[in-house]
Every structure is written in structure tokens, then in C-alpha cells.
DNA sequence: GTAAAATATGCAACTTAGTTGCAAATATTT
DNA sequence: AAATATTTGCAACTAAGTTGCATATTTTAC
């Protein structure tokens, strides 16, 4: 896929989304496409190239992909937030993240996929669950 | 349990753990035990009475009692890291946290466990593994 | 195509979580 | 009770994330 089939699909995506298509929502979208795994904002900032786009600006772009569902905040060991496309998740549940303890780097498992949780008897209602993983990738192991 | 009860379970915990039985770390650990929930590090220190304290000596208390296992870090919607003792869980799990989107409370569902994930063809190995889960609490569902 | 309306962006200033270094205080060992 | 080991508080810092407002860009209506 070329740079420019690519950002031909991250058009569509936003128009699907009723978003504006502004530069910033689409090299966003880019960068995640091509990133295949979580990213924090700062990792975003540095990847968007020559159109750094503000923190704020960032911050308020994955606020806006996040309320139509095309990205999901994953939760990670490290203390920001990290932001992947929500490609191949459920409603109800994404793959799993796996972060090796010994280099760091995370991983999506897609492979993997646990049963969803049953609710217990008192009146729970479970309506999405995330799995993180932790251990050591192929490399470290 | 009265509450000097309680006091000699935590000077019992800090011992076995050949920690020094300090007023911080036995306040901090009556406070998670009363909780029975996960706390950031301003809930411990809203609940932890009178004899407040530092920030810093908060942190560096959860972080001596993580290194021997007394505690667990919970992952939440929250910004701050939230901590809970380590009762009941096992070295690779633990129970899943239920975080209602609703009220926005967190409970443990000690009930509820899940298979662990198995390790995809890869040769990632899979030492821990913790579950999320979002949905209606019984008050607000 | 152009003007008006709707929305996104950048900047500055702010809040909150978490960390580091160092001196003073407290716990344990002898 | 003194020496040693460890913890605590304070001040100052870093980094993540937010808010308000003026300006720029995108879409819609004509």
C-alpha cells in the first residue's frame, strides 16, 4: 500500500466518522496505521515528521478518534496513556497487550483471545474487558 | 477485628517481609486493608487520619511494599496508578478489577477468574496477566 | 466559487502525578 | 545506650494532561 493509498483510507475512515478531515486527524491516523501497537502521545508527536502537530492538538485529535471508536486507549505500565487503532476489536473486547519485562517494548497479541468474564451473581454488567500481559518477548525469553 | 488486631496483622506482614515496622507502613497497610479496594496515592492519604503524610514517603512506602509483594499495582480509567493488597492473588493473576462507567466506582471481583492466556507459537512466555473490566455496577445498572 | 457557520488548532498558563537529592528522624542491631 | 541501617520530610523538579481564548481551517449553504 502506498503513502497515498494509505491516506486515502484514513479519509474514508474520518468521513465515515462524520470528522472533519483535517491534516492533523490524518497524519494521526497514519502514524498509527503504521505504528501497529499502542503509542503515547509524545511517541505520536515525534513520528508525525516535519507537521508536529501541539500536544494539545494531539491530545484533543485522539479525544475526537476516540469518541467515534476508531482508536482505543490501552492501558500500560508506563504512566501516559497509549492510543492504537481500533482495528479487529469487538465491541466488547480488544486483543491483548503484552509488555516484556525485560525490554519493555509492547506487543498485540492478536492471536490470542481470552473468554469474555461471566458476570458474578450480584448484578454486574460487564460490557467490555481488557487483558494485559506481562512476561518476556521472543527476543528476551 | 479491633483495630489493634488489624495493627498487629500489619507489623506481622512487615516483619515476615523483613521491612521496618514503621508508622507509615503500618498506617498505609491498615488503610488498604480497610479499603479492600485499589487507592491512589491522595485516597491512602485522604484516609490515613491524623498522622498524615509526605507524598513522597507515601510513594516510597507503596514502592517497598510492591517490591515484597504486599501490594499490587491496579491499572484504572484514573490517571494515578491506584494500589491494593495483594490478598488472594496468585503470582500470575489476580482478581479482575470492575470499574462501573456509570458511578465510576471500582470493585474486585474476587468471584470472577479467568483461564490464563496461552502463550502464542512465538515463544513469548507469559508470566502474569491482569483483566479489566468496564461495565454497570448493580447500583446503577 | 464565496460567505457564513461549524469545528479544529496553537499558544500560554495551569493542574496533578510522580521523582530526586539531601538533611533530619526513627528503627534495628550490637 | 551507641552505632548502623533505613525511613521520612522538605524543597525543587519533570512529565502528563487540561482549559480558555483567539486564530485558522473545513464544511455547508447559497
Not at 7 to 13: D, H, L, N, Q, V
Not at 47 to 63: A, C, P, Q
Request: hydrophobic share 35%; aromatic share 6%; glycine share 4%.
Amino acid at each position: 500500500m502506498t503513502k497515498s493509498d494509505l491516506e486515502m483510507k484514513a479519509r474514508e475512515m474520518l468521513k465515515a466518522a462524520k470528522l472533519y478531515c483535517t491534516s492533523g486527524r490524518i497524519d494521526i491516523l497514519l502514524v498509527l496505521m503504521k505504528a501497529g501497537k499502542p503509542l503515547s502521545q509524545n511517541q505520536i508527536s515525534k513520528r508525525s515528521g516535519k507537521n508536529r502537530f501541539d500536544k494539545v492538538t494531539i491530545y484533543r485529535t485522539l479525544e475526537s478518534l476516540l469518541s467515534v471508536g476508531l482508536v482505543h486507549k490501552a492501558f500500560m505500565e508506563k504512566r501516559a496513556w497509549h492510543f492504537e487503532l481500533a482495528n479487529h476489536c469487538t465491541e466488547r473486547q480488544c486483543h491483548p497487550h503484552f509488555t516484556c519485562t525485560n525490554c519493555g517494548d509492547t506487543y498485540c497479541l492478536t492471536e490470542i483471545s481470552l473468554p469474555m468474564a461471566k458476570s458474578p451473581h450480584k448484578g454486574f454488567v460487564i460490557h467490555r474487558q481488557q487483558v494485559r500481559l506481562e512476561g518476556l518477548c521472543p527476543a528476551c525469553a
